[in-house]
């Protein structure tokens, strides 16, 4: 069921929205992945489209389908080529809302062929960090302030400062605080319960559906295009 929108309150705009998980490739047949289910990344991009806006999804690999019809919709499988799609289609989005899980780190080297079991022993793979793509788009915004960036936080601790961090060192224009400490929050549920945190401080919302979460978040995002 699709939580009611406020019309036409995104007329003309171009609003980028990446969601899901990422997948880093191991070998031919593994990958490191993460619990993203990618469902308020599409909430949102249905909130945007039911108001009006042009949406373009970057997304990362999901079984999800969008109610509206999308502007464009780009599958995307690694934190790599997500920073790829997301750095090249930023010039043409009014707003971008970062609700993509994307990891972190990075297999060093993919094997080509199935990384087999060793008689004995541990075995380790080695890392190499990825791009933060949030924070490439905040560098970027310098270059253009009046786009509107928007960013997640999910956290386990120390949340408003963390998320505060995030905000600041991303350059963002506000953030979206998710607490795992919260029942109801997070990846596996249909319901979600955030803080949104700007410059100005903290606002609370109840736990709610995806979808009504999402209608709050819009209706932020909304009041900070207006400036
Ligand atoms: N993000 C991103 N690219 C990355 C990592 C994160 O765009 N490589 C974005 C997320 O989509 C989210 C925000 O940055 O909007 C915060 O993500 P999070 O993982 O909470 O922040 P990190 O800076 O990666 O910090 P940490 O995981 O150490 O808490
Ligand atoms: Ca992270």
């Known amino acids: ?37 990618g469902k308020m990344g599409f909430a949102l991009a249905d909130e945007c489209a039911a108001r009006g806006a042009a949406v373009t999804l970057v997304s990362g690999p999901v079984q999800l389908r ?11 499988e690694s934190a790599g080529q997500m920073f790829e799609a997301a750095t090249s289609l930023f010039y043409n989005a009014d707003a971008v809302i970062m609700a993509a899980a994307v990891a972190d780190y990075t297999p060093e080297q993919v094997a080509d062929k199935k990384i087999k079991r060793e008689k004995t022993g541990d075995m380790s793979l080695d890392l190499k960090p990825t791009q933060d793509i949030a924070a490439r788009l905040g ?5 253009y302030p009046g786009k509107v960036l928007v960013g997640f936080a999910l956290e386990t601790n120390d949340e408003r400062q963390n998320a505060e961090d995030k905000l600041n060192r991303k350059n963002l224009d506000f953030i979206v605080l998710n607490s795992l400490n ?17 410059r100005n401080g903290k606002k609370d919302y109840p736990l709610k559906s995806k979808a009504e979460v999402a209608a709050d978040i819009i209706d932020h995002l909304v009041e900070v295009m207006k400036h």
């Open 1 to 37: 069921e699709f939580f009611a929108a406020k019309d036409g309150d995104l007329a003309g705009k171009k609003i980028m929205i990446t969601t899901g998980p990422t997948y880093e490739k191991i070998d031919p047949v593994r990958f490191i992945g993460n619990y993203s289910s």
């Open 66 to 76: 969008t109610h509206y019809p999308m502007h464009q919709h780009f599958n995307v």
């Open 139 to 143: 560098e970027m915004k310098k270059q």
């Open 182 to 198: 919260d029942k109801g929050a997070g990846f596996r549920y249909d319901t979600n319960k955030i803080s949104i945190i700007d």
